[in-house]
T-cell receptor, first 116, second 116 residues
Framework: AQKVTQAQTEISVVEKEDVTLDCVYE???????LFWYKQPPSGELVFLIR??????QNEISGRYSWNFQKSTSSFNFTITASQVVDSAVYFC?????????????FGTGTRLTIIP | KAGVTQTPRYLIKTRGQQVTLSCSPI?????VSWYQQTPGQGLQFLFE???????NKGNFPGRFSGRQFSNSRSEMNVSTLELGDSALYLC???????????????FGPGTRLTVT
């Protein structure tokens, strides 16, 4: 069975502060994929990043960065110099596709509020 | 390229009725997945369709069903509605085929169903 844990239910930071969202996953599969999605108040899930289990390189995209560590089964997401537009619920997700099955298992989400 | 579209955006139904939700994937995407989002249970996988075949199903009762057409458009149906079916129903599409490569899923804006 697969499981994704986002222990931080809600986080509030003042604008321009850095913030890290934690994600811990469980799977017995050796090949798996990890994702982060953003859900703004409008409700639509916005894809942010995909990482496969064989690629532990950290990734940076503008103010966003992701730290993947297989040793601790974690895939954390950092926003530097946060902005009010970053306020949203962020979901970490896992898939272990088998014969094309692409089911995503989501964490419970972290609600991030950026205070101006 | 147009994103995933879902219709209707909002629905109010009465207990015992049935409802059909529609999803049009991104052009070229053949995999369509459905998810239910509620405050209590979070984001839960309903089913995935590829080439008009359901190839993965979540842990939902048989009242929840779906289908996919030859143009990859998909519908999901919920019969004998219960109060607990009130939720945001999200459709997602991806380039996933049969290779199991964990393609990212792109989500539509959702259909918010309220059962009274």
């Amino acid at each position: 069975a697969q499981k994704v844990t986002q222990a931080q239910t809600e986080i509030s930071v003042v604008e321009k502060e850095d913030v890290t969202l934690d994600c811990v996953y469980e799977t017995r599969d050796t090949t798996y994929y990890l994702f982060w999605y953003k859900q703004p108040p409008s409700g639509e899930l916005v894809f942010l990043i995909r990482r496969n289990s064989f690629d532990e390189q950290n990734e940076i995209s503008g103010r966003y960065s992701w730290n993947f560590q297989k040793s601790t089964s974690s895939f954390n997401f950092t926003i530097t110099a946060s902005q009010v537009v970053d306020s949203a619920v962020y979901f970490c997700a896992l898939s272990a596709p088998n014969f094309g099955n692409e089911k995503l298992t989501f964490g419970t989400g972290t609600r991030l509020t950026i205070i101006p | 390229k147009a994103g995933v579209t879902q219709t209707p955006r909002y629905l109010i139904k009465t207990r015992g009725q049935q409802v059909t939700l529609s999803c049009s994937p991104i052009s070229g995407h053949r995999s369509v997945s459905w998810y239910q989002q509620t405050p209590g249970q979070g984001l839960q996988f309903l089913f995935e369709y590829f080439s008009e075949t359901q190839r993965n199903k979540g842990n939902f009762p048989g009242r929840f069903s779906g289908r996919q057409f030859s143009n990859s458009r998909s519908e999901m149906n919920v019969s004998t509605l219960e109060l607990g079916d009130s939720a945001l129903y999200l459709c997602a599409s991806s380039l996933a085929g049969t290779s199991g490569r964990g393609y990212e899923q792109y989500f539509g804006p959702g259909t918010r169903l309220t059962v009274t």
